[in-house]
């Protein structure tokens, strides 16, 4: 598809093809392109920009990684077109091990997803290093990132049918984990397990969002950027009295705002 | 999909479920799921209900079809499988004609579509009548009702490409026209032709809101719901002083509000 490089929503609309052509290569379930559509609107609402109170859970949540015994970040089929290879940066950066986990499971997409995310690794490897980092630490911190999900041998108490498979090694056993765009049982189950909860959500009101210990509502994409770029500028210690609820409210003000920002009918 | 009766959200969800079921049936183009997805998040911010502009929109709107000298409803996918039914309706009792019209057209999914909606037709011959009209008035009403679309021979002034493409005894020559989810150079090329446009778009801030004559900010189901009981009350007068802009400001206000009811986090 072609889009200008001076259209105001480009990336967006770059983000919108992404999806759409992976759902067609079949690596994507159909909820998959309403998800994001309904993330497009919020996105909209927001100004299709990264707000402060946003940044402020991308900063809390990188703080976690870096000081989390056993951090995951689990990834679905829209996190993985959408936000991949930062993703393996993150994950490189803090430590953490990657876990392909998707609702709607079958064999045939967590393969793609899985061949994927090993692609995406491959490629981070092979791509100029983040400053402070030699070409020869960097291939040696990506190699080392685990991509899980294949062999899912634990089930997440409280949840029935597919969705409550995991890995032993990863989601089961983490204390930090980092779930982009949840589902609201889920995001709850692993909240019993007393695990630290941070999730990507661009809806403020949606249960993941009301249940998750840190939620970032921003896009998927420019969140794992923005924290793959603060994990680069090092570690800092999280915030033991981290209020969620005011990042929420911020949010919330924002999408109200914007939708009160009557003038913009004048355009 | 087994939705339980009592989810508050069980509407939403089957409408979700009737878009998944037809894009896999072939009649759908992918945006149409992503597009759906938008508007939920919309339609969510509103409550999932008719707020009283809108209804006062549906109002205008079918007064306008009734006294239009050539009312077209146009129909794409998303509204074909959401609200055909209701649109057979409409267009038996204002006497509009049905036209339909999609984006991305491909001759299998126009196939498709137009099978459907003459499938709806046949059901809503059979249907029992609306008040007021016997079992052989309604046949006869419904009978009527022509449906275009598999014949485009005349452009839209303005468009490019295969969007341009319509029926010269149904868009091309309407003066009131009726187009939910429309697409904002659509709807402004229609306008141009000094047509009366009228729009179903959960966004009030799309530039198809903006421009349009009458703007419904409804979900396309209820609102083509509302509009038929309307119609099966009768016709009133157009508004010839409509203040489009109030709708959008309630609209947006009604988002916001919504947005900013922050009580909600405490469910």
Redesign the interface.
């Known amino acids: 598809m072609d889009i200008h490089t001076d259209h105001p929503r480009r990336k967006s609309l770059a983000s919108?093809q992404k999806?759409?052509d992976a759902?067609?290569a079949g690596m994507l379930a159909?909820?998959a392109?309403?998800?994001?559509?309904?993330?497009?609107?919020?996105d909209?609402?927001l100004g299709e920009k990264t707000i402060d109170s946003a940044r402020q859970s991308q900063r809390e949540a990188v703080n976690r990684l870096f000081s989390a015994q056993e951090p995951v970040i689990s990834m679905n089929g829209n996190s993985t077109i959408l936000a991949g290879k930062n993703a393996v940066r993150l994950a490189a950066l803090t430590g953490s091990k990657l876990e392909v986990n998707i609702f709607y499971r079958t064999e045939k997409r967590m393969n793609l997803l899985l061949e994927k995310m090993k692609f995406m690794k491959d490629e981070v490897m092979a791509s100029r290093p983040p400053k402070r980092f030699t070409v020869v630490e960097w291939k040696q911190l990506v190699s080392q990132v685990e991509i899980l999900g294949a062999h899912q041998d634990s089930l997440i108490p409280g949840l029935e049918g597919p969705r409550a498979r995991c890995c032993s090694g990863g989601i089961f056993q983490s204390d930090v984990i980092l779930v982009p765009l949840e589902d609201g049982d889920r995001c709850q189950a692993l909240i019993s397990m007393s695990k630290q909860v941070i999730v990507v959500d661009l809806?403020p009101?949606s249960r993941t969002s009301?249940f998750a210990t840190v939620t970032i509502v921003d896009e998927v994409a420019r969140a794992f950027s923005t924290m793959t770029d603060m994990a680069v500028e090092g570690k800092g210690d999280p915030d033991m009295d981290w209020d969620n609820?005011s990042v929420?409210?911020s949010a919330?003000?924002a999408?109200?705002?914007?939708?009160?920002r009557?003038s913009?009918?004048d355009?």
């Open positions: 919108r999806i759409v759902q067609a159909d909820s392109l309403i998800a994001h559509g309904r993330g497009e609107a919020f909209y609402l809806n009101l009301r609820q929420l409210e919330l003000n999408i109200g705002n914007s939708a009160h009557i913009e009918l355009d």
